[in-house]
């Protein structure tokens, strides 16, 4: 049960001595209770608080980690229903299935590409997280030979499905140090799969048909020792879906039902493309903390993985780029020089146009707090004082002989403030839009 500031206040020393980097108890219990700070941050706290704030400070939702180190998966642990309260922490990992009743050649192009996919937007890096070993032959030699293609192959986290305990017991030790999920425990095999998870060391999906039956079995699991769990309810229509991930997050989240308090699993097959991606999507926005696809389409992939990073950036902290100079091409001397914020979206998209236009320029990102530039005009982050301080602070004035610097087409207005700033430089008011840089600079040069 969560602890108010007040109850917290009362286990904590009251020495006020600042250590914990807060100045008072009082404010640190405060920072406790909203989850902003960790008690082991006051080096002076009791067994008892320790105690008795730690079991209060465990989180609604347990942390499942998937996969080997190098390429860990890390689900649950979330805090919030809505994104907008506070921001949804671990991204929905995204797995393919690979059935083992599919010729192993081909599946191993399909695995080769699945670990290859890899875009970048904004700065990130977008791909696949997981791969499902399906046992649907029920057969234990194609499983064990996708398992050791999908090890050997890929570096990728996997999930192993069977129905089959012997299967999965013989499939275990060619992962060994690469902590795979393993589907699934159900009320008839609880003892069994957990005696092997425990074994294994490996995290287990408990799957039940009603809610009910999954609470049941989440907490004999839990007292035969197994606390990292993922749900999976098997659902017939994406309605139901919907419905059950969100009373199992609002279980957890709302009324601290730690029987179901763990993230979800969630499949989605196709039928016809958009269905894949409308369900798909249901599950990343609504609690499904891992989805897996029955089909890998990197037109399906796509958008799914935008949504993703949409919906699980930090809605309070846009997306920025570090504020510094990024030389586009390989600007020299007489290039020019752009000014624009550091928001993730403005920098790439402003960066692309200069390479569009095949001008070699240096970009001047300034500190803008992640704003666009009108956003950050108008709240006073970019102005032409920021402006001609982040240009003087690069350095380039010593290296240029032209010095020619343009400014964002909508922040005109600031242009005498920076010219005032940066005497000797001539400053130009480019183009509103991005799109329309590529020209601009050309005609510049062309000038
Ligand atoms: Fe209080 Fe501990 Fe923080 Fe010191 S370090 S102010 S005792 S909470």
């Known amino acids: ?124 890096r977008l791909g696949l997280d997981l791969l499902l070993v399906d046992n ?97 309810i098997p659902a017939d229509n994406p309605a139901s879906t919907l419905q059950q991930n969100t009373i199992i997050r609002k279980a957890a989240l709302k009324h601290t039902f730690e029987p179901l308090g763990y993230p979800i699993i969630n499949f989605v097959s196709g039928r016809d493309p958009a269905s894949v991606v409308a369900d798909a999507t249901t599950c990343i926005c ?30 309070q902290k846009p997306i920025q780029v570090d504020p510094k100079v990024y030389p586009i091409g390989e600007p020299g001397p007489d290039s020019p020089v752009i000014a624009t914020t550091n928001f993730s979206l403005t920098y790439f998209l402003v960066s692309g146009e200069i390479e569009n236009s095949g001008v070699p320029t240096h970009l001047v990102i300034v500190e803008s707090e992640g704003m666009s530039v009108l956003t950050a005009w108008a709240a006073g982050k970019f102005t032409g004082a920021k402006v001609a301080s982040a240009v003087k602070a690069s350095g380039l004035e010593s290296q240029l002989r032209k010095r020619k610097l343009i400014l964002p087409g909508y922040v005109a207005q600031i242009s005498g403030e920076v010219e005032e700033g940066l005497p000797g430089w001539e400053v130009l008011v480019g183009p509103g839009e991005s799109v329309d840089l590529a020209p601009f600079l050309k005609r510049q040069v062309a000038g």
């Open 1 to 124: 049960m969560a602890l108010t500031g007040l109850q917290i206040f009362k286990l904590l020393p009251k020495t006020n001595c600042g250590e914990c980097s807060v100045p008072t108890c009082m404010a640190f219990a405060m920072k406790l209770a909203a989850k902003s700070a960790e008690l082991s941050s006051c080096p002076y706290a009791s067994e008892e608080a320790k105690t008795t704030i730690g079991a209060a400070s465990k989180p609604p939702i347990r942390l499942v980690k998937i996969g080997p180190p190098e390429r860990e998966v890390t689900i649950g642990n979330e805090t919030v229903m809505f994104r907008h309260e506070k921001t949804f922490v671990h991204q929905t990992a995204l797995a393919i299935a690979l059935p083992d009743s599919e010729p192993l050649a081909e599946l191993g192009h399909i695995i080769a590409e699945a670990r290859e996919y890899s875009l970048e937007r904004v700065g990130e």
């Open 286 to 315: 609504k609690y499904g903390s891992i989805v897996v696809l029955d089909t890998f389409q990197l037109e399906l992939l796509l958008p799914l993985m935008m949504l993703r990073q949409n919906i699980f950036t930090d809605p």
């Open 136 to 232: 649907v032959t029920d057969e234990m030699a194609p499983f064990l030979e996708l398992v050791r293609t999908a090890a050997g192959a890929s570096g990728m986290g996997i999930i192993l499905r069977s129905s089959n305990l012997e299967v999965l017991e013989a499939a275990l030790p060619l992962l060994e140090g690469r902590r795979p999920l393993i589907h699934a425990a159900t009320p008839a095999n609880a003892e069994a799969m957990a005696k092997l998870a425990l074994k294994h060391k490996v995290p287990l999906v408990a799957q039940a048909d009603s809610l009910d039956e999954l609470a049941a079995l989440t907490a004999k699991l839990s007292k035969l020792g197994v606390q990292d769990i993922v749900l999976d």
